[in-house]
């Protein structure tokens, strides 16, 4: 069968995933809100072939096995009992991002083998089909396939856990400048972490905010409000933070660099900046801004001891064929 190749961004999100209702399945405990970050991104090409006797997984140039080779396969599996067929594929993606950069790659990973896979396997999938593919291998991904600013309804059930987008990429140019602080792969990968948010007597109150908290940060992304956005944003990431750090064991995913950054930032946006900061399940710290915030941000941050490398993102398309 014919090749097919995909390119999908990964994603901030504003308001965070963290835990699930049904694991297997990643449906959520809440609903979420991101943005796509255009120029980084994943690029996947799948061939299913008669000739194969198993499946093959080529990741930037490396041919893999064990767990990343099994979780694709998982995936695969998927897609084969969608399009009714039995072939095995090869899959080979790239970042053009370092996958050690510190920056989660699974987002975009799954959306564009999700895109790249089924079309592959003959499937024509409209959006939100495709969107509840790719949450099935990593629930971050289902934000990875619609375009812009993005929001995934929580759901219930397979069928009604999807996301949209809310607004696209040229509706407000917010910039997102990553601050890198530990290039290395985290240490509990988000799918252990999402099984411990319950073991967390913190969850049920963050769970019990998370509605407001979406629909101030929609609004406030619809209004274009910044001022709103950073304080909405700021909160929900300190929830998710506190109930990773209130779980059993405990998830500490921050640096001393991470609290030096998000104490530097409140205070410039006390000073009348318009930044704020998010962090998701790692040390590095996104600092979102309005563009003319830019130069003079980068000047500051490249004055702060720790930090490894500053990486720029703007608002990026949804998943595509190429
Ligand atoms: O998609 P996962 O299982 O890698 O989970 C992502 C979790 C966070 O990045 C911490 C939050 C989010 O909503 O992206």
Not at 37 to 47: C, D, I, K, N, Q
Not at 78 to 107: C, D, H, M, T, Y
Not at 224 to 241: I, L, T
Request: net charge negative; glycine share 8%.
């Amino acid at each position: 069968m014919e090749s097919r190749t995909a390119v999908a961004h990964p994603n901030i999100a504003f308001i965070k995933y963290w835990g699930n209702r049904d694991a297997a399945l990643r449906i959520p405990l809440n609903g979420s809100i991101s943005m796509n970050l255009a120029g980084l991104e994943t690029r996947t090409s799948v061939r299913f072939d008669g000739s194969l006797s198993s499946d093959q997984f080529i990741l930037n140039d490396q041919n893999q096995t064990g767990k990343p080779l099994q979780r694709v396969s998982a995936f695969l599996n998927v897609i084969r009992n969608l399009a009714n067929q039995a072939q095995f594929a090869q899959v080979e993606s790239k970042n053009n991002f370092p996958l050690g950069a510190g920056i989660a790659s699974s987002a975009s990973a799954f959306a564009a083998l999700a895109l790249a896979g089924s079309q592959a396997a003959g499937l024509a999938l409209p959006e939100k089909d495709l969107s509840r593919l790719a949450r099935l291998g990593s629930g971050s991904a289902a934000r990875s396939v619609p375009g812009g600013y993005v929001e995934w309804q929580a759901g219930y059930s397979d069928a009604d856990s999807f996301a949209c987008s809310i607004a696209g990429p040229e509706y407000w140019n917010l910039v997102d400048l990553i601050a890198i602080v530990d290039p290395l792969e985290k240490v509990t990968g988000s799918s252990e972490g999402h099984d411990l948010a319950a073991t967390s007597p913190l969850n049920p109150l963050r769970q019990s905010g998370v509605n407001e908290r979406l629909a101030i940060c929609r609004e406030a992304i619809l209004k274009r409000d910044f001022a709103a956005f950073a304080e909405v944003v700021e909160a929900d990431s300190h929830w998710m933070h506190a109930v990773m750090r209130t779980s059993n064991p405990p998830l500490y995913y921050w640096r001393p660099e991470t609290e030096v950054i998000l104490w530097q930032v409140l205070a410039w946006r006390k000073a009348g900046h318009a930044i704020c900061a998010t962090v998701d399940a790692g040390p590095n710290v996104h600092i979102m801004a309005l563009e003319n915030e830019i130069a003079w941000l980068k000047a500051e941050l490249t004055q702060i001891q720790g930090i490894k490398d500053l990486i720029l993102a703007r608002p990026g398309p949804g998943a595509v064929l190429v």
